[in-house]
C-alpha cells in the first residue's frame, strides 16, 4: 500500500523538493502543489503537479486537495499553513467535499481549535505556560509605550518579533532601549511595508499585502535575549503522539537571524520532552518544528518558537525513530516504526544548496554530509541555477542588515560559525 501525500508550498525554498523525495524513499505516492517554476517540477518521481495561483489560493490549494485525495497534506511554509487553517474554516455546510476536505486537513494538522494559537507568535507564551514548558519572558508591544515598560533593564538586550513573517525578516536582535525604538518604527513603518511589497512582489505571496488593505499592521512582541547556541527540533506526531524527531543545533545561518545551513545532530532529552509536551497540548498531526536557545550559563532549552509545517531538517532519514516521513507512512498504514537506514553517520550536515549559497568556499563542506539528491540530476541543476537579480540584491540588503545588527556597541555579540544568537526557523 503507498499512502498518497500532497506537498504544499507557496513559496519557492528547496525543503519542499527535499521532503518529496523523502516520501518517495519511504513508499509513497506523492502529488505536489507549488508555484508554475518550482523546482518540484524538476523531480521526475512525483505522480502529478498542481499548479498554485496565488491570486486565487484557497481555489488552488481546494482544487489540488480534490483532485490528489490525499491521505496526508504536508505544508512546506507558513502561508500553506494558514491558507488550510482558512479553507477548513470557510468549508462550513454537510457537502460530502466539504466533509472530505475538513477531514483531510485535521488530519494533517490536529485539532482545528488550536489552529491560531500555533501560527501566531504573540500566543507562544500562553500556549507554553498551558504545556510547561520553558520559554523566554515574551510581552506583546502595540506601541512605544508597551515597549518602554516591557524593555529589559540593566544593559540585558531583547529579541523583536513580528506575527506571521520567517527567514529572519521579522526578527531584530536590539542591545538597548534606542535601537529598539528605532527597530520598531522599521518593522512597523517602511520595513513592514517593504517586507510586504517583497512578499508579494517576489514571494508572489498576497497575504501581508491584503492584511494592509484591511487596515491590519504587525503585531510585535519582545523576547527577551538569552545567550546561547540556537538548536531546532522537528518531529513527526500522530494524534498527540510524537512518533519520530530529530533534534540539531546550529552551525551557520544564512545571516544574523535567517535560517541555518549547516547543523549538528544532537541527543537533547529537554527539547524533545518540549517538543511532545506542546504537541499533546494541542492534539498535533503531522510535521512540527521548533526552535530553541540552548543557555549558555546552564545548558536549559528555551522554546522560542514554533512551526506548524515540515522545516529544513524534516526530509533526513537518519534511522528508526529518526525518519520522519517513513514514521508518518507507518502511523497512516497502522504499522509499526520501520527500521529506516541512515543517509549518513556523521553528525554535522550542510544544507543543499544553501550552504553552497552561503560560501562557496565554506569549510564545512569538507566534512560535513553535504545533503545532495544526487539521485535527481534535474534537480540538483534546479539547486544550482544562477539566482535572478532580485534574488541577488535581497541576499545583499540581508547582508547588509546582518553586518549592522553585528555593529551593534550595546549588543556585543560576536557571532561565529559555532555562536548563532536568535535565529528564525531551523
Known amino acids: 500500500m503507498a499512502p498518497k501525500i500532497l506537498i504544499v508550498h507557496t513559496l519557492e525554498w528547496a525543503n519542499a523538493a527535499r521532503l518529496a523525495l523523502a516520501f518517495r524513499s519511504a513508499g509513497c505516492s506523492v502529488t505536489a502543489l507549488c508555484l508554475p517554476n518550482h523546482q518540484l517540477r524538476a523531480i521526475s518521481s512525483l505522480e502529478r503537479i498542481y499548479t498554485y495561483r496565488p491570486f486565487a489560493r484557497l481555489r488552488s490549494l481546494k482544487a489540488a486537495i480534490i483532485g490528489a485525495d490525499p491521505d496526508l497534506i504536508v505544508p512546506c511554509d507558513d502561508t500553506a499553513v494558514v491558507l488550510m487553517h482558512r479553507l477548513h474554516a470557510r468549508l462550513r455546510d454537510s457537502s460530502g467535499t466539504a466533509v472530505r476536505v475538513r477531514t483531510v486537513v485535521e488530519r494533517s494538522l490536529g485539532r482545528p481549535d488550536h489552529y491560531h494559537a500555533i501560527t501566531t507568535r504573540s500566543m507562544l507564551p500562553g500556549l507554553a505556560a498551558r504545556a510547561s514548558v520553558r520559554t523566554p519572558r515574551t510581552d506583546l508591544v502595540a506601541d512605544l509605550g508597551m515597549l518602554r515598560q516591557s524593555f529589559p533593564g540593566h544593559g540585558g538586550a531583547a529579541v523583536l518579533k513580528a506575527d506571521h513573517s520567517w527567514g529572519g525578516w521579522g526578527v531584530r536582535i536590539v542591545g538597548n532601549i534606542g535601537e529598539a525604538e528605532l527597530a520598531f518604527r522599521g518593522m512597523t513603518g517602511g520595513r513592514y511595508l517593504a517586507l510586504t511589497m517583497k512578499r508579494l512582489l517576489w514571494d ?31 518531529v513527526a506526531c500522530w494524534n498527540g503522539e510524537v512518533v519520530a524527531s530529530i533534534g540539531v543545533k546550529v552551525l551557520a545561518t544564512q ?58 531538517i524534516s ?61 535527481e540530476p534535474a534537480l540538483v541543476q534546479a539547486f544550482l541555477a544562477n539566482p535572478g537579480p532580485m534574488r541577488r540584491a535581497i541576499a545583499r540588503i540581508r547582508a547588509l542588515q546582518a553586518r549592522a545588527q553585528h555593529r551593534s556597541p550595546a549588543l556585543g555579540i560576536a557571532v561565529g560559525p559555532h555562536e548563532v544568537p536568535h535565529s528564525d526557523g531551523a
Open 204 to 234: 508572489r505571496d498576497p497575504e501581508f499585502f491584503l492584511r494592509l488593505l484591511r487596515g491590519r499592521t504587525a503585531t510585535l512582541t519582545m523576547q527577551e535575549f538569552i545567550r546561547g547556541t540556537i538548536a531546532n527540533c522537528s
Open 255 to 312: 545571516n544574523l537571524t535567517g535560517n541555518s545551513t549547516v547543523v549538528q545532530v544532537v541527543d537533547n532529552d529537554e527539547m524533545i520532552d518540549t517538543a511532545a509536551r506542546i504537541v499533546r497540548q494541542i492534539g498535533g498531526t503531522g510535521f512540527f518544528g521548533f526552535d530553541f536557545i540552548l543557555e549558555e550559563a546552564t545548558g536549559h532549552a528555551f522554546l522560542l518558537e514554533i512551526n506548524p509545517r515540515a522545516t529544513q
Open 315 to 375: 526530509h533526513l532519514a537518519l534511522g528508526k525513530g529518526h525518519d520522519l516521513p517513513a514514521a508518518l507512512r507507518a502511523s497512516l498504514l497502522g504499522e509499526p516504526l520501520p527500521d529506516s537506514p541512515a543517509v549518513t553517520t556523521s553528525d554535522v550536515i550542510a544544507f543543499f544548496p544553501q550552504e553552497l549559497r552561503r560560501d562557496p568556499d565554506s569549510r564545512f563542506l569538507a566534512f560535513a554530509y553535504h545533503d545532495i539528491p544526487n539521485e
